[in-house]
């Protein structure tokens, strides 16, 4: 079983960007999909972005992120980044990230089979 633990959270400016990191514990985290969520108050958890298991470098993202946000992993180091640039009030949110075991699956967040505590981002206008 795979343990994420999320970090970089913070404060930021409308217009500016933070990165996120998702890191893993467990021999096994190369074989994961890996995919960041998030979710603000009152709204259902949204889908942001995926990427693929082990050095396929398969991404993909959800429809109000494509273009501003940027996933990556490094899996020497167990971790999973999430580069987001140009954020906007309606971006703010609790972010998690998780490890799906089907690429097929990454944005349904039901078939995870780990997930972090979350980390929050709050952007002022």
């Known amino acids: 079983q795979v343990r994420l633990v999320e970090s970089g959270g913070g404060v930021v400016q409308a217009g500016g960007s933070l990165r996120l990191s998702c890191a893993a514990s467990?021999?096994?985290?190369?074989?994961?999909?890996m995919g960041w969520f998030r979710q603000a108050p009152g709204k259902a958890r949204q889908f942001v972005a995926g990427?693929?298991?082990?050095?396929?470098?398969?991404?993909t993202y959800g429809v109000s992120t494509k273009g501003r946000f940027v996933i990556s992993r490094d899996n020497s180091n167990n971790t999973v980044y999430l580069q987001m640039n140009n954020l906007q009030p309606e971006d703010a949110a609790v972010y998690s990230c998780?490890?799906?075991?089907?690429?097929?699956?990454?944005?349904?967040?039901?078939?995870?089979?780990?997930w972090g505590q979350g980390t929050q981002v709050i952007v002022s206008s």
């Open positions: 998780g490890a799906a075991k089907s690429w097929r699956l990454v944005k349904v967040q039901s078939t995870y089979e780990a």
């Open positions: 467990g021999r096994t985290f190369s074989t994961y999909s």
């Open positions: 990427i693929s298991e082990e050095n396929t470098g398969v991404t």
